[in-house]
């Protein structure tokens, strides 16, 4: 269970009960971002990792209960070697840098994805990361690192029938229940809201599964760039949406406001 939280520092035009508990971000730009001010793209990531802190504090502040970033996919190797080790070596610092702060902060932090490949050090601070921090109950977090969309629901049909082929599951429960329980997010609710900055329009094999009915936002600004008023803009427009789920009557995001 998610801890009471003081909406003091929420927006006045924000209503408390109309927040999306779980957003989901593709951090889009960085590279782009340093490039237009003559930078090597490897300073892009350094201010995207502060972009990422920052927006994690704002959800925990304003009663966000989740938040899924996608750091590193598995097309992701493809990129240049010198960046893709920069970006290792930039898990690596931050973990050992903000783990401390984040315990204390009360987060919770989980990686998604197949973790085999990274060096083994690094393994090892993720692993402790999430297991020091596994009792916090402020705010989740959830890193996607080396994760592909495609992969994930292939590896949650073979957990499936490997259960159906050793009886613990009957071929009539197989269900979209079952196959939720099977994804790297669960127990979380799918989220609500995703943003993606630099003005792509797509979703490059991010969580395909769980965002069936979220709410799509795509923002011009580079990652870098996506600050609290930017976050503030894209909780408007979100607060703005009536989720029909398929139906025909809307579901007002914010009763009794």
Known sequence: MIQPVNYSTLPTDLHPKALPNHVAVIMDGNGRWATQRGMPRIAGHRQGAKTVKDLLRCCKDWGIGALTVYAFS???WRRPMEEVTFLLRL?????RRELAEMQREGVR???LGDLSPLPERLQDLMQEAMTVTHANQRVQFNVAVNYGGRQE????TRHIAQQVACG???LEQVDEESLSRALLTYPLPDP???IRTSGEQRLSNF???QLAYTELYFTDLLWPEFDRAAFHQALQWYQRRQRRFGGLAPTPLAQGS
């Open 153 to 156: 629901l292939v590896a949650a």
């Open 109 to 111: 932090i989980q990686f």
């Open 74 to 76: 598995t097309e992701n």
């Open 192 to 194: 609500d809201l995703l």
């Open 168 to 170: 613990a599951l009957s």
């Open 207 to 209: 969580l395909p599964w």
């Open 91 to 95: 898990f690596d610092r931050l973990l």
